[in-house]
């Protein structure tokens, strides 16, 4: 076994996500266009979406810059999320700009600088069984202090990885374009598995043995500097952050390319890493104990880390108008 192999063994256990820390009993949480106290901010047992998994969500950050607290791709994910909604044929009470706006109303009234926020439509209180038809459709919003989702120093160390034994639905099943909550049902069996085998994620692949997405992220390789990502067919979750990515990356001249990448090409990858609101930019170290080039962070992931977190923390220009002050 070589030095390198051994440290990622070694190490490999110790990069699991430390656990989010407890909300915050003061936080203020805004539903169906009030916002209400922590302790009021409940929904019956027998909602549909506790049974049958009728919600879709969003997951999005407020950053602190210097010109102040400043929501990153708002707009975006207010469209994704009504989409998602769409797809599952619930159609909310308010206003895509309304909910932008109760958005930033709910940071405001928290007093954060700097969060994350989860808006969520779901089927409320209604009738029993399978069709959602006779529930009705609530909305939420609530927002907290997030650090680094695949833990501490992810972002600058990297995590271990391993290939899921769980693939992503396939198509026709489930609607990949939709952020569901039912949908995570099959992120939670690879992220279990991957935990449990001593890995901080997993990857896996789509019905048809391609790389797809991890529990919770897109994933980008790169190799001989061309950066690969697999298309929207490979089951994934069209990432606003995947999209930020791409287009950062092709500012600065850097080819990108989205198409089907073979389990292999894992293995043999210069460099590798996941993009995601709450991941935002993290490098993976190494795939199934194999290390990704030379185990370290490599150029062109850092340099597309610094170009996003630069925007979005507004230290460097935003030419692309994705921030919208709180």
Request: negative net charge; aromatic residues 8%.
């Amino acid at each position: 076994m070589d030095e390198l192999t051994s440290d990622i063994e070694d190490t490999a256990v110790q990069r699991q996500p430390a656990p989010a820390p407890p909300f915050r009993s003061d936080l203020k949480i805004w539903m169906d266009g009030e916002i209400v106290p922590w302790e009021q901010a409940t929904i019956h047992v027998m909602s549909h979406a506790l049974h049958y998994g009728s919600s879709v969500f969003e997951g999005v950050r407020c950053y602190h810059t210097r010109k102040g607290p400043a929501i990153l791709r708002l707009e975006e994910h207010v469209e994704r999320l009504f989409d998602s909604a769409r797809i599952y044929q619930m159609e909310p009470k308010v206003t895509p700009r309304d909910f932008a706006q109760a958005m930033i109303d709910t940071v405001r009234a928290n007093g954060f600088k700097a969060c994350y926020l989860r808006p969520v439509v779901y089927r409320g209180l209604g009738t029993a069984g399978v069709n959602p038809s006779g529930s009705p459709v609530c909305t939420a919003i609530v927002c907290w202090d997030w650090g680094q989702y695949l833990g501490d120093h992810s972002v600058e160390s990297g995590v271990d990885t391993c290939v899921s034994s769980w693939t992503r639905m396939a198509p026709n099943t489930f609607p990949a374009m939709a952020k569901a909550a039912a949908h995570y049902a099959n992120s939670q069996l690879i992220k279990l598995e991957a935990v449990r085998n001593g890995f901080t994620e997993g990857i896996a692949l789509d019905t048809r043995g391609y790389v797809s997405e991890g529990s919770g992220e897109n994933i980008f390789l790169v190799r001989h500097g061309v950066v690969r990502t697999p298309p929207l067919t490979a089951s994934v979750l069209p990432g606003i952050t995947r999209e930020c990515v791409i287009t950062l990356a092709r500012d600065e001249g850097i080819q990108v390319l989205e198409e089907d990448i073979p389990r292999e090409a894992l293995y043999v990858a210069d460099e590798a890493f996941f993009t995601g609101t709450a991941t935002e930019v993290v490098p993976i170290r190494s795939v199934d104990r194999v290390a990704v080039g030379d185990g370290k962070v490599g150029p062109i992931t850092r340099r597309l880390q610094e170009l996003y977190l630069g925007v979005a923390r507004g230290e460097i220009e935003d030419r692309h108008g994705w921030l919208t002050p709180v």
